[in-house]
């Protein structure tokens, strides 16, 4: 009945003209969404990254949390669950962390469309499953590939430990496998826009292009909440805030300071995603980080009334959305954002160039 529904809902919108849908009022809309549209489901399969980008948790965030590897019989456990309460979700296998780290990505693939599900990749390419026919015939939903320049010297700056000629490499073989296993894998390329990187978009696009590959460029912002909230405090470690102040385009405080005026507008998270650790835990979204502090629970343990209660009640998003951190955190799908956030980030450019003549 559940999909029905959401299947019905789905159709009914792709068919409404947006001059009627513009004219639902938005609290309408988002409760139709949370009640039809079903929630992606993010799990994490490993506990780390063999990046430090300086951008990210792993590579700005001193205390870590728990490193480790999800078993295998845990991950389909949960997908069972997640198969009565969210039937025909997406689930996305990463989100502090790059899924090619675990031996067995090919099994979790498997599992995942076992179960009618689509499944969602995103890495640094620096590493690919050892079998690569086999990953690739496993037809993954989609793949991004994350990156932030053509250039080792630029690439490095917000890739910290990575290798680009690895990825360019890796890249080709990835794009040779999927044809050779003549599948329908989406994959993307989503280049990062610093202020150092921009000259280099041209040419990651046609090197994405000449491999069949997607591409899409947008300006990097920090993460993760809790530390944007440390910077916006002054209470960042010096080390990251040289970095935001001279590698970011988009300007943490002026971008804060807009996304404040939307604070009371809701924040759609925990209505439509669902994040879940390598352990299992249930975290409160995918823009928080310290485990410690956000997670709400073991997901197996716990009926999904408790689960959609604690995730609508923390405590923290009441300080996040005060600051308006939930919209400077999901700034890239705010139509109302974007244009702003361009103008933010443009003028940073502006002046950075003037400044360096
Ligand atoms: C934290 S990453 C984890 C997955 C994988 N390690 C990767 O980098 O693609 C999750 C998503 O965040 C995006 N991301 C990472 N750093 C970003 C940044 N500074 N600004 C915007 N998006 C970023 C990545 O492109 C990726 O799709
Ligand atoms: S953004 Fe992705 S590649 Fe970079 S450190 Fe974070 S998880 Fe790793
Ligand atoms: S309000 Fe902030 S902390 Fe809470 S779910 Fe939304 S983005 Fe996450």
């Not at 009640?313 to 890239?332: D, Q, V």
Request: proline share 4%.
């Amino acid at each position: 009945m559940l999909i029905f529904s959401k299947k019905f809902f789905k159709k009914i919108s792709s068919v409404v003209p947006n001059r009627f849908k513009e004219l639902v009022p938005k609290h309408v809309k988002n409760f139709l969404r949370g009640k039809y549209i079903s929630r992606t489901v993010i799990i994490d399969i490993v506990g780390t990254c063999n990046l430090k980008c300086p951008s990210c948790p792993n590579g700005n965030v001193e205390k870590r949390n728990p490193v480790g590897m999800m078993n295998l019989g845990i991950f389909n456990k949960m997908l069972d669950k997640v198969a009565l309460e969210h039937p025909g979700t997406t689930v996305a296998i990463y989100n502090w962390t790059d899924q090619f780290l675990h031996p067995q990505i090919i099994e979790f693939i498997k599992a995942i469309h076992k179960r009618g599900f689509k499944s969602r990749l995103s890495s640094n390419l620096n590493l690919l499953p050892v079998n690569l026919k086999e990953f690739a015939e496993t037809n993954p939903g989609g793949i991004t590939i994350s990156l932030s320049g053509f250039t080792q010297k630029v690439y490095e700056i917000a890739h910290k430990g990575g290798d680009i000629e690895i990825i360019k490499e890796n890249m080709r073989k990835l794009s040779m496998a999927l044809r050779e296993a003549n599948v329908s894998t989406s994959v993307n390329v989503y280049y990062h826009k610093y202020k150092h990187n921009l000259d280099e978009v041209k040419l990651m696009e046609d090197f994405a292009k000449s491999l069949g590959f997607g591409f899409g460029a947008d300006w990097a912002y920090f993460m993760p909440i809790e530390g944007v909230k440390r910077y916006i405090d002054g209470n960042a470690p010096e080390e990251d805030v040289k970095f935001i102040e001279t590698n970011l385009a988009l300007d943490i405080k002026k971008a804060v300071e807009v996304a404040k005026a939307f604070k009371d507008e809701p924040c759609l998270f925990p209505s439509t995603l669902l994040t879940i650790d390598w352990r299992g835990q249930v975290q409160l979204c995918c823009g928080v980080y310290d485990s410690s502090l956000f997670s709400l629970g073991s997901y197996l343990d716990m009926p999904w009334e408790i689960i959609e209660s604690r995730l609508k009640n923390h405590p923290f998003c009441n300080e996040c959305k005060k600051n308006g951190l939930h919209t400077y955190i999901s700034w890239s799908s705010n139509e109302k954002i974007r244009p702003i956030y361009k103008k933010i980030a443009e003028e940073s450019i502006k002046n950075n160039n003037t400044k360096n003549k």
